[in-house]
C-alpha cells in the first residue's frame, strides 16, 4: 500500500512540475489542486516524506540539467533550418520531436503533430532524428534519417513525398526498403553519405542521450519533456499550458 501511495505521489509530483520545475511562474488551479491534494497525502501518511523528497530533490535536478542542455543547444535545436520542421514561421512555441521513422509510435504521433499545428497556428513542430534501431544494423552506411535530411536539404520538393513513404512501412527500414522509396522518388542522390549530415545524426543522438530519454517518441514542449506517443485529447492540453506562458 505504502508502495503504491509513493508511486502515485511521484507521478503527481511529476506532473505538477514538469512545466515548472525550474522556473518561477504561478501555480495554475490545476496544479494548485494538485499541490493540496499532495500536502493532505502526506499528513497523513509522514513515514514516506524522507524517501519522496529525495526523490524530488534527483527528479528537479535532473529537470535543472535538462534546462540547462536545451539551452546550451538552443540555435541548433530550435533555430535550425536544416531539421524538418513545420508549423508557424515566427512562432510562440516550438516543439522538439524526437523521433524516429522506424518507430511505430512515432508514425502515429506525426499526424497528430501536424493536425495540432494547424489547430493552433503559433506553434512549430521541429523534427530530430534518431534513427536508433538501424545504427547497429549491418550494412548501415545509410540511415532513414540522413535520408530524410539530405532530401530536406538538397531536393525539398520531394521531401512530403519521402517522408509519407517512410512513415507507411511498418517495420524497420533498411538498405532495401530506402532504396526503394529512393527510386520511387527520384532521390537516389540523395542516398549517398555527407559528412555534415552523419554528423547532424551523431549530435541528434547525443543530444537524445544526454537529456536521458529512453525511447521515441519525446517531446520537448516548454521546459518540459514529454515522452511516448499522446493523442490530439491529451497533447492539446499540455500545447495550450506552454501557450499561456508566453
Known amino acids: 500500500m505504502k508502495n503504491t501511495l509513493f508511486s ?3 507521478v503527481m509530483i511529476a506532473t505538477l512540475t514538469s512545466f515548472n520545475a525550474v522556473s518561477e511562474t504561478a501555480l495554475n488551479q490545476t496544479q494548485q489542486q494538485q499541490l493540496n491534494a499532495i500536502t493532505t497525502l502526506l499528513q497523513q501518511n509522514p513515514d514516506i516524506i524522507p524517501g519522496l523528497h529525495q526523490s524530488l530533490t534527483q527528479y528537479v ?13 538552443h540555435d541548433y535545436l530550435y533555430s535550425n533550418p536544416k531539421h524538418t520542421q513545420f508549423g508557424a514561421t515566427e ?22 503533430l501536424h493536425d495540432m499545428a494547424k489547430t493552433y497556428p503559433d506553434i512549430k513542430v521541429v523534427n530530430i532524428y534518431v534513427p536508433l534501431k538501424e545504427m547497429d544494423a549491418p550494412l548501415s552506411d545509410m540511415n532513414s534519417a540522413a535520408f530524410a535530411l539530405n532530401v530536406w536539404q538538397q531536393a525539398r520538393d520531394k521531401y512530403f513525398d519521402v517522408h509519407q513513404l517512410l512513415l507507411t512501412k511498418p517495420s524497420a527500414h533498411d538498405q532495401r526498403s530506402l532504396a526503394r522509396i529512393a527510386d520511387k522518388t527520384g532521390t537516389r542522390d540523395q542516398l549517398k553519405q555527407h559528412d555534415a549530415t552523419v554528423e547532424m545524426v551523431e549530435r541528434n543522438v547525443s543530444l537524445f542521450q544526454q537529456l536521458g530519454l529512453r525511447g521515441t517518441p519525446a517531446m520537448i514542449i516548454g521546459d518540459g519533456v514529454v515522452p511516448g506517443y499522446l493523442p490530439a485529447e ?3 492540453p499540455l500545447i495550450e499550458s506552454a501557450l499561456d506562458k508566453h
Do not use: E, S
Open 8 to 10: 502515485l505521489l511521484l
Open 61 to 73: 535536478a535532473q529537470q535543472q540539467g535538462i534546462k540547462g542542455i536545451l539551452t546550451a543547444n
Open 234 to 236: 491529451k497533447l492539446a
Open 91 to 112: 512562432p510562440k512555441l516550438t516543439i522538439v520531436n524526437f523521433t524516429d521513422y522506424n518507430c511505430p509510435f512515432c508514425k502515429r504521433l506525426d499526424p497528430v
